[in-house]
Nanobody, 115 residues
Framework: QVQLVESGGGLVQPGGSLRLSCAAS????????MGWYRQAPGKQRELVAL???????NYADSVKGRFTISRDNAKKMVFLQMNSLKPEDTAVYYC?????????WGQGTQVTVSS
């Protein structure tokens, strides 16, 4: 079993920054990807960023140049640095871990961008 715990969400003004963290625990093998999804009210869940075990990254077009995903393999953690936040970034952000064809989800952390 795999557990994911997110932290770092909150309320921030437009143009501000937040850093999300996610800690993984449980039966985790060496090759896995981690990432972040988000779901805004009334919208479908969408992929924000993904980082492979080797460090390759993918971003949604809407966050390219503003968000940066990184990971610490030794600590089994993934991070999302979010800069130049916009009101449309408001959503619940979910951490994911992809391993051996299975996708594990965290419970989510709320990010609200508002003045």
């Amino acid at each position: 079993q795999v557990q994911l715990v997110e932290s770092g969400g909150g309320l921030v003004q437009p143009g501000g920054s937040l850093r999300l963290s996610c800690a993984a625990s449980g039966s985790i093998f060496s090759i896995y990807a981690m990432g972040w999804y988000r779901q805004a009210p009334g919208k479908q869940r969408e992929l924000v960023a993904l980082i492979a075990s080797g460090g390759n990254t993918n971003y949604a077009d809407s966050v390219k140049g503003r968000f940066t995903i990184s990971r610490d393999n030794a600590k089994k953690m993934v991070f999302l640095q979010m800069n130049s936040l916009k009101p449309e970034d408001t959503a619940v952000y979910y951490c994911i871990l992809v391993m051996r064809g299975n996708v594990y989800w965290g419970q989510g952390t709320q990010v609200t961008v508002s003045s």
